[in-house]
C-alpha cells in the first residue's frame, strides 16, 4: 500500500513536500512515479526517482522547480514542489513501478505494481 499525504492549498509562488509512504513491502527496488491528473485532463507523468541509485527524472513543465528524493530507513519517497503555479493544480498519485530504473521518460509506460490513493494540491490565489 502507498499513502501520500502533504498536499493543500497555497497560493502560486508557493512550496509543498509530498510524502509517499509505502507499507507492506520496501520501497528499495522500485521506481517511483509521480504522476498528477488535473480536473478535466489526463494524468500525466510529473517526475520518477529510481530504486537502484536514486537518480531522478523531471517533465519539461516541473523541472527546476520539483525534486524528488528518497528516504529509505522511512521507507518513504517525497517531492519537493517550489514556485507552484496555478497549472500545478491536480490530484498527485504515486506509483511504485515495475523498474528498478526510471530510464528518464520511459517510467511513464511501466506498469504500475502500487498506486497510492492521491493527493490534491491546488495553488491559487
Known amino acids: 500500500q502507498l499513502v501520500e499525504s502533504g498536499g493543500g492549498l497555497v497560493q502560486p509562488g508557493g512550496s509543498l513536500r509530498l510524502s509517499c509512504a509505502a507499507s507492506g513491502f520496501t520501497l528499495t527496488g522500485y521506481a517511483i512515479g509521480w504522476f498528477r491528473q488535473a480536473p478535466g485532463k489526463e494524468r500525466e507523468g510529473v517526475s520518477c526517482?529510481?530504486?537502484?541509485?536514486?537518480?531522478?527524472y523531471y517533465e519539461d513543465s516541473v523541472k527546476g522547480r520539483f525534486t524528488g528524493s528518497r528516504d529509505n530507513a522511512k521507507n518513504t519517497v517525497y517531492l519537493q514542489m517550489n514556485s507552484l503555479k496555478p497549472e500545478d493544480t491536480a490530484v498527485y498519485y504515486c506509483?511504485?513501478?515495475?523498474?528498478?530504473?526510471?530510464?528518464?521518460?520511459?517510467?511513464?509506460?511501466?506498469?504500475?505494481?502500487?498506486w497510492g490513493d492521491g493527493t490534491l494540491v491546488t495553488v491559487s490565489s
Open positions: 526517482i529510481s530504486g537502484n541509485d536514486g537518480s531522478t
Open positions: 506509483a511504485a513501478l515495475s523498474h528498478e530504473d526510471c530510464n528518464g521518460s520511459y517510467y511513464r509506460y511501466y506498469g504500475i505494481d502500487y
